[in-house]
């Protein structure tokens, strides 16, 4: 399509200009300039993507349901879709488990650096190696106070802050709290929220009830929901012929925000933690340059590489510079929809649900992490705890919301269900948002993946149907 590749090197070179507005005003000392004249267009655009997602799900998620009509079809795609943003997670967090035991990255950090930090948990609950004891100290509840306030201080993200102010409530819910979470009391409050799962969950129910009702009523809805999805789409589109200059002000915003005046800092903190971040990257680079095209070139037989890329890349620098897959899912749904060339029905029920519940490069990163800070500490993870991980990755990445660093708190369940401490998360934050920024990409690229296989396996099931 001439019109989305001429976009896709707009948007590129848009963001290319950020990251060296970024660079010269951190050489310059225009910080302050930066985050007040330029950032705040970043943020105008990301505030009229998210504007768009939230209502967009509701529309889209209904009009996929009735858009596929049969019930059992419904039924049928739904697992497959479950199903594979299930196995892919899982991947994904074996693959990170793997990169991350066999470089080890934690291993290679600075002793005196190592020794700064405190071990949480009675000493002999943690193997410490070498004889020696780093852990004899309390479990340091101040840090926890810290990392809000350095949070705060950076405003990394109000919707961060917000969930760990809440995660105590909503670990004292019992086993079945995420459950009832799911389903809202109101659904104004779910919008007010940005609670996408209740979202979703009152889409399916409204979806599936429209299928009950007499065909003359049935039309109507369809027919509303059908003409209410087009406008959301043409908002997309004035948006998107704007987006090479918002990305602009998006990427000089951000990486401004990391670096300040002192890119030598940043560059100090980035050598402590270069292996870590080595890692992560090479893990989710492998995710979206071999894993899902290998996906794709298995089961589908018109698969082209650089097209593939070419076809989907305004959704994916979208990604990277907002770090949102929820801000990006309206793009998702464009290109998916108009260059990957797959059915509106397969797109519009399977994109909003991977948005919110498949992030393979989160869950990667969590397991990464996780691994890295026992590392750091000089802790030994068991086998078993090291399938733990594999388990409460899968579930904390399902369990993130698809904003900026909302992966970093849910790590704090992962590290806690292995018995490290959930403060730790302080130690890797400096370089959380850039690995924020590929987590993002994958996570939107794998949910594209999945919607052009479903989209394929259901054309190959209808045509054995009919
Ligand atoms: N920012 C990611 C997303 O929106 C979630 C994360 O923090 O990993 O997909």
């Known amino acids: 399509m001439k019109k989305s590749l001429a976009l896709h090197w707009k948007i590129i070179i848009g963001m290319v200009l950020g990251i060296i507005w970024a660079l010269l ?66 991947f994904a967090v074996s693959l990170g488990l793997v990169l991350v035991n066999v470089i080890k990255p934690g291993e290679n950090a600075d002793l005196k650096n190592r020794i700064q930090y405190e071990l949480w948990a009675d000493s002999n609950e943690i193997e410490v190696k070498d004889g020696e004891c780093y852990s004899c100290l309390e479990e340091n509840e101040g840090l926890v106070n810290e990392i809000k306030a350095f949070m705060a201080n950076e405003q990394l993200s109000e919707e961060l802050i917000k969930r760990l102010e809440t995660k105590e409530k909503t670990e004292a819910g019992g086993p079945l709290r995420a459950l009832v979470d799911i389903v809202p009391s109101n659904l104004f409050d779910a919008f007010i929220k940005n609670s996408m799962l209740q979202i979703i969950f009152f889409a399916i129910f409204f979806g599936l009830a429209s299928l009950y009702i007499p065909q003359k009523q049935a039309t109507i ?30 990427m000089a915003g951000v990486l401004t925000k990391i670096a300040g005046d002192d890119i030598g800092a940043m560059l100090g903190v980035f050598e402590k933690l270069l292996y870590y971040f080595l890692v992560v990257i090479t893990g989710l680079l492998i995710m979206i340059f071999i894993f899902y095209p290998l996906l794709l070139k298995t089961f589908t037989n018109d698969f082209k590489y650089l097209e593939f890329f070419r076809n989907i890349a305004p959704a994916q620098t979208l990604a990277f510079s907002s770090s949102s897959s929820a801000a990006t899912l309206p793009v998702t749904m464009e290109v998916v929809e108009e260059n990957l060339k797959v059915n509106k029905k397969v797109s519009r029920f399977v994109l909003p649900i991977g948005a919110t519940v498949n992030m393979d490069g989160t869950s990667l990163y969590q397991a990464v992490a996780a691994i890295f800070l026992a590392q750091f500490h000089m802790i030994d993870l068991s086998l078993g705890q ?22 970093l708190v849910m790590l704090m369940i992962v590290l806690t269900s292995v018995g490290l401490n959930p403060a730790w998360i302080a130690i890797i934050l400096p370089v959380d948002r ?3 920024m590929v987590r993002t990409t994958v996570n939107v690229t794998g949910d594209a993946t999945i919607a052009s296989l479903i989209d394929k396996s259901e054309n190959h099931d209808q045509a054995g149907e009919d």
Do not use: C
């Open 434 to 436: 850039l690995l924020d």
């Open 386 to 407: 090291q399938l733990t991980i594999i388990v409460t990755a899968t579930l904390a990445s399902i369990g993130s919301a698809a904003v900026p660093s909302a992966g």
């Open 25 to 90: 005003s951190a050489q310059f000392g225009w910080s302050k300039f930066t985050l007040d004249w330029i950032k705040p267009f970043g943020d105008i655009f990301l505030n009229a993507l998210k504007l768009i997602a939230i209502p967009l799900v509701l529309f889209s998620v209904i009009g996929g349901i009735i858009g596929i009509g049969n019930p059992e079809h419904l039924g049928r795609m739904g697992v497959k879709t479950l199903g594979l943003y299930l196995i892919s997670t899982v």
């Open 221 to 250: 809805v369809k027919d509303f929901i059908n003409a209410i999805n087009e406008v959301f789409l043409k908002m997309i589109d004035f948006i998107m012929h704007l987006a090479p200059y918002f990305v602009f002000a998006l």
